[in-house]
């Protein structure tokens, strides 16, 4: 069974502060995903990566930056907290290919189980 | 760009009724793939099932039945003979067919939440 494992399920942070969440994943998976969900507005990407040290924008991106040196590991980093950041967190991996043609890619996301972050 | 739209945020029925969840999808992409999750109360969303555009029968797997009509971009699900074990959020997602190695970016609908009452 892949595993996705989020290094905290409840975090509190000040306003201001550096905050890391780390992600990390046992199945090898190409890419990873970093992913916020807040009530209503389902999940929104925040940035995701297809290789190491590779990494793209997703929805949105700003106030936060992402991190991928080892393959199994894709942290995402808020440079400077704050209160309309609190959200719940999940970080997400998946194989590059899965089909043929022009599904090639498009396989399954295996998630973490979260991490609620409250920013105060 | 593309949109999905979960218009029912939240559902409540009794143990052992039908329930039926929405999903209407926009994409200008004639190639993408839809997917349902689940999400209990523990947090982890797990993956349903994954449906690509060229594919449009239907799929019943146990309780589970999904209907897609491309003609009217939706993708529904239903529960049949829902059980308490069904409580839970359950999102619709869509993901166009990748143009570089990136791939399946998901776009997520706003989640429907199931209230399953014994």
Known sequence: ?120 | AQKVTQAQTEISVVEKEDVTLDCVYETRDTTYYLFWYKQPPSGELVFLIRRNSFDEQNEISGRYSWNFQKSTSSFNFTITASQVVDSAVYFCALSEAPIKAAGNKLTFGGGTRVLVKP
């Open chain 1, 1 to 120: 069974d892949v595993k996705v494992t989020q290094s905290s399920r409840y975090l509190v942070k000040r306003t201001g502060e550096k905050v890391f969440l780390e992600c990390v994943q046992d199945m090898d998976h190409e890419n990873m995903f970093w992913y916020r969900q807040d009530p209503g507005l389902g999940l929104r990407l925040i940035y995701f990566s297809y290789d190491v040290k590779m990494k793209e924008k997703g929805d949105i991106p700003e106030g936060y930056s992402v991190s991928r040196e080892k393959k199994e590991r894709f942290s995402l980093i808020l440079e400077s907290a704050s209160t309309n950041q609190t959200s719940m967190y999940l970080c997400a991996s998946s194989l590059f290919g899965s089909g043929t043609g022009a599904f090639l890619g498009n396989s399954p996301l295996h998630f973490g189980n979260g991490t609620r972050l409250t920013v105060t």
